[in-house]
């Protein structure tokens, strides 16, 4: 099973700032990968599929990078409704899995 | 308007059963695979299984593998979740989502709003 391991797990940051978040894979998903969003009582969104393609609707601040192990998710001003918990998964290989996700909250 | 509609979760007791339903429509629901995703109380995201949109190919995850089988009706464009042999750890909200096939061509992402499945005496 492909372990993805995301960091920080807490990230404490203002609106207006960037924010940097890493997802790391126990090995390489190549670029079969994605990132979501979720809110409070709320479904999953997905923001960047393959590993870089922002899907339809998402803004422009949000953007992603990486392939093979290594991937990050940037969102470079963030947002009042960027405040959420952010969760990478893998397509490359089953079972399919996501990341422990990291919550990005209002410093 | 795209919508996956759960039902089906509720209160059941250890190794008993429940059966989801998730009713889809809006999109060529044939032409998609489906998964089922979990999520545990306060906890992250887990892949329980998938079908695919033609053959009914299915994969699970190794935590129900066993005990939950995955099927369709593309005639009725509804996918179904038997969970048998019920443990606390299956209590969560289940989510019908549209997350593909590995390696596969990327897919619209939707999902539904979910339903609560609580394993509990």
């Known amino acids: 099973e492909i372990v993805l391991t995301q960091s920080p797990a807490i990230l404490s940051l203002s609106p207006g700032e960037r924010a940097t978040l890493s997802c790391r894979a126990s090995?390489?998903?190549?670029?079969?990968f994605a990132w979501y969003q979720q809110k409070p009582g709320q479904a999953p969104r997905l923001l960047i599929y393959d590993a870089s393609i922002r899907a339809a609707g998402i803004p422009a601040r949000f953007s992603g990078s990486g392939s093979g192990t290594d991937f990050t998710l940037t969102i470079s001003s963030l947002e009042p409704e960027d405040f959420a918990v952010y969760y990478c998964q893998q397509r490359g290989y089953w079972p399919l899995t996501f990341g422990g996700g990291t919550k990005v909250e209002i410093k | 308007e795209v919508q996956l509609l759960e039902s089906g979760g509720d209160l059941v007791q250890p190794g008993g059963s429940l059966r989801l339903s998730c009713a889809a429509s809006?999109?060529?629901?044939?032409?998609?695979?489906m998964s089922w995703v979990r999520q545990a109380p306060g906890k992250g995201l887990e892949w329980v299984s998938v079908?695919?949109?033609?053959?009914?190919?299915?994969v699970y995850a190794d935590s129900v593998k066993g005990r939950f089988t995955i099927s369709r009706d593309n005639s009725k464009n509804t996918l179904f979740l038997q969970m048998n042999s019920l443990r606390a750890d299956d209590t969560a909200v289940y989510y019908c989502?549209?997350?593909?096939?590995?390696?596969?061509?990327?897919?619209?992402?939707?999902w539904g709003q979910g339903t609560l499945v609580t394993v509990s005496a």
């Open positions: 809006g999109f060529n629901f044939r032409g998609y695979a």
């Open positions: 079908i695919s949109g033609s053959d009914g190919s299915t």
């Open positions: 989502a549209t997350l593909g096939w590995i390696r596969g061509p990327p897919t619209k992402d939707y």
């Open positions: 090995q390489s998903v190549h670029n079969y």
